[in-house]
């Protein structure tokens, strides 16, 4: 059976399996492998540890790039918020959902990342579908990188645009594609860092296209953000504000929360509360997310947690040498295997010696290309990482 939950609790004896064709997945995903088994891992995490079925293992996995899930900063002012006002937002941000504490956040993100304007959005999926969809038409044409995060391909997709995907990072591929592409409306897409490979677009040739060709940029740097350029503002920090580019970023990750934003102008972000159908008809995020994230921002802003996620970084990459590892220079460390199987057995070694760092397999990535998608964080110590590398170079050479 496909999607198997191995970990969910038995099925109560008052209800009896289903026969019917339409509750069998095969019906639906007939191009699914039979074998395959994903599930949801039953876990509790404490900081960088995580409790897999009573085990304790080192956590490696986790996209918490400063640890600021569990500042204490970041949990009093979700609990002060939740204590003051409850918890759920009760409706949309248009009708009663909107909160002070969404309005300071975004204006503080505006001003730091340098743009006019800042817009909330529940998640960084709903962002990318959402923004996608409400700037394009079946005349606009959208130029993706082919690694692009799932989110962007699906906004490409749904939004009935015209899709042409360029090679990973390819820039004269892509500016070949705009030059026989000389539509009104069109738009680059990509990721800052690539959310598998670690890697990251160049950011400077991506806006000189965009000037050149006359088109928008949007970058989601979801991963950068937060841990990488200057004062950590994420790949764009230098060019925050720039007529053509909108961004994309998320609370998910270096915030250490949940959610997402939008930068742009005025006016685009303006037409995006009108228009933008994953913020309008959507249940605005509870007002504990804009006070954590409030206090993130500034724990970010003081610099002083990304010099010791570079350490780790480094330590990383010094102690695995030989291994086969993605080029990067970012927290985001995947180390290629191959097949499938490969990839489940060097994770299960793991597991068995005390890490978790979960494989990563098709349709997430290449065919071909499973891999362990190793995270780094600076709340981890250097001898976790030494340990994880010896044990890495045991598993995989
Ligand atoms: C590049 C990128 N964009 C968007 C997302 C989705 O963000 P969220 O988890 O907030 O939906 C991810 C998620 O991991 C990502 O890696």
């Known amino acids: 059976m496909i999607g198997c939950l191995i970990d969910s609790p038995a099925m109560p004896s008052n209800i009896r399996p289903m026969p019917h064709r339409y509750q069998d997945s095969r019906h639906w995903f007939p191009e699914l492998p039979h074998t395959r088994q994903r599930h949801f891992l039953a876990s509790t995490q404490q900081g960088m540890h995580i409790d897999v079925k009573g085990k304790q293992l080192l956590n490696f996995s986790s996209n918490d790039y400063l640890g600021l899930r569990t500042h204490p900063n970041v949990k009093d002012a979700a609990i002060k918020t939740i204590e003051a006002s409850g918890f759920g937002s009760g409706a949309s941000r248009l009708v009663c959902g909107d909160h002070p504490h969404m309005h300071q956040l975004e204006a503080e993100l505006a001003t730091w990342?340098?743009?006019?304007?800042c817009l909330m959005l529940g998640s960084g999926v709903l962002a990318n579908l959402g923004l996608i969809q409400a700037l394009s038409d079946r005349h606009t044409h959208v130029f993706s990188d082919k690694l692009n995060h799932a989110s962007l391909v699906d906004g490409a997709r749904l939004s009935g645009a015209k899709n042409h995907?360029?090679?990973?990072?390819?820039?004269?591929?892509?500016?070949?594609?705009?030059?026989?592409?000389?539509?009104?409306?069109?738009?680059?897409?990509?990721?800052?860092?690539?959310?598998?490979?670690?890697?990251?677009?160049?950011?400077?040739?991506?806006?000189?296209?965009?000037?050149?060709?006359?088109?928008?940029?949007?970058?989601?740097?979801?991963?950068?953000?937060?841990?990488?350029?200057?004062?950590?503002?994420?790949?764009?920090?230098?060019?925050?504000?720039?007529?053509?580019?909108?961004?994309?970023?998320?609370?998910?990750?270096?915030?250490?929360?949940?959610?997402?934003?939008?930068?742009?102008?005025?006016?685009?972000?303006?037409?995006?509360?009108q228009r933008m159908r994953t913020m309008i008809y959507s249940t605005a995020l509870p007002a504990a997310i804009p006070a954590a994230m409030l206090a993130s921002l500034s724990l970010i802003q003081t610099g002083t947690l990304q010099p010791t996620l570079?350490?780790?970084?480094?330590?990383?990459?010094?102690?695995?040498?030989?291994?086969?590892?993605?080029?990067?220079?970012?927290?985001?460390?995947?180390?290629?295997?191959?097949?499938?199987?490969?990839?489940?057995?060097?994770?299960?070694?793991?597991?068995?010696?005390?890490?978790?760092?979960?494989?990563?397999?098709?349709?997430?990535?290449?065919?071909?290309?499973?891999?362990?998608?190793?995270?780094?964080?600076?709340?981890?110590?250097?001898?976790?990482?030494?340990?994880?590398?010896?044990?890495?170079?045991?598993?995989?050479?």
């Open 165 to 273: 995907r360029f090679n990973h990072l390819d820039m004269p591929m892509l500016a070949q594609l705009l030059a026989n592409n000389p539509a009104q409306k069109r738009m680059i897409v990509s990721d800052g860092v690539f959310s598998m490979d670690g890697d990251c677009a160049d950011i400077a040739r991506l806006l000189n296209l965009a000037e050149e060709h006359q088109t928008l940029l949007l970058i989601d740097d979801a991963h950068g953000i937060g841990c990488l350029g200057h004062q950590y503002k994420g790949l764009t920090s230098q060019f925050g504000g720039h007529e053509h580019l909108v961004e994309v970023g998320t609370f998910g990750k270096a915030f250490g929360g949940y959610g997402a934003f939008i930068l742009g102008t005025h006016e685009l972000l303006e037409g995006l509360r």
């Open 310 to 397: 570079h350490e780790n970084i480094q330590t990383f990459l010094q102690h695995s040498q030989g291994l086969p590892l993605i080029a990067s220079q970012t927290a985001i460390q995947p180390l290629l295997i191959g097949t499938d199987t490969d990839a489940l057995v060097a994770s299960q070694a793991l597991r068995d010696a005390g890490f978790f760092v979960p494989a990563i397999r098709p349709p997430t990535v290449r065919e071909d290309t499973a891999r362990l998608r190793i995270t780094l964080s600076a709340a981890h110590r250097h001898q976790d990482i030494e340990q994880l590398s010896t044990v890495l170079k045991s598993v995989c050479l």
């Open 113 to 117: 990342k340098g743009y006019e304007s």
